[in-house]
């Protein structure tokens, strides 16, 4: 036997995709949480009126309609990346915080384990947007969509990505 196998292996950094994959496992853990996390930006929002649909028990489709503030473009871009949030900008804030989302964490949670789009559209902008999304949470797509001020997200096939998770739906 060789000195190198009795060694044990050395601790090491894990990459950072394979890092973002864990921990979208503490945020998205069911179609329930996904549910809610949805639910709670639309309150966020401002929405007063919700229309949830869901085919499968949410395991081909969640689908949440609102008709909140709507999402500024300027904004586009950040909306699936992790950690990205208008809530907060230091630890401190948290104090002050009075909304139910701050983290940054929800959608692009919901990135990782489904195919996530977005239509959106703010009250300063004449038209929609609708935006899909990939894996990581860049927007693949932007395409200019008739809608009244509000959002809906669409989620589909939930875990597809992680056959394990599937299963368990």
């Given at each position: 036997m060789d000195e190198d196998d009795l060694r044990p292996p050395e601790i090491?950094?894990?990459?950072?995709?394979t890092r973002h994959r864990l921990c979208a496992?503490?945020?998205?853990?069911?179609?329930?949480?996904?549910?809610?996390?949805?639910?709670e930006n639309s309150l966020d929002a401002n929405s007063t009126r919700l229309q949830l649909t869901c085919i499968a028990y949410g395991a081909d489709l969640i689908e949440l309609v609102d008709n909140g503030d709507g999402i500024a473009e300027h904004d586009?871009?950040?909306?699936?990346?992790?950690?990205?949030?208008?809530?907060?900008?230091?630890?401190?804030?948290?104090?002050y915080v009075n909304t139910?989302?701050?983290?940054?964490?929800?959608?692009?949670?919901?990135?990782?384990?489904?195919?996530?789009?977005?239509?959106?559209?703010?009250?300063?902008?004449?038209?929609?947007?609708?935006?899909?999304?990939?894996?990581e949470g860049q927007v693949m797509s932007r395409t200019p969509c008739p809608r009244e001020?509000?959002?809906?997200?669409?989620i589909r096939s939930l875990f597809n990505r992680f056959p394990v998770r599937r299963t368990e739906l």
């Amino acid at each position: 036997m060789d000195e190198d196998d009795l060694r044990p292996p050395e601790i090491r950094s894990l990459a950072g995709t394979t890092r973002h994959r864990l921990c979208a496992g503490q945020v998205c853990v069911s179609v329930a949480s996904c549910i809610k996390e949805l639910i709670e930006n639309s309150l966020d929002a401002n929405s007063t009126r919700l229309q949830l649909t869901c085919i499968a028990y949410g395991a081909d489709l969640i689908e949440l309609v609102d008709n909140g503030d709507g999402i500024a473009e300027h904004d586009f871009e950040k909306l699936g990346l992790r950690y990205h949030t208008s809530k907060i900008s230091q630890f401190e804030d948290l104090e002050y915080v009075n909304t139910y989302g701050f983290r940054g964490e929800a959608l692009s949670s919901m990135c990782i384990y489904a195919d996530v789009t977005i239509l959106t559209r703010h009250a300063s902008a004449s038209i929609g947007t609708k935006l899909a999304f990939d894996c990581e949470g860049q927007v693949m797509s932007r395409t200019p969509c008739p809608r009244e001020t509000g959002t809906t997200v669409s989620i589909r096939s939930l875990f597809n990505r992680f056959p394990v998770r599937r299963t368990e739906l």
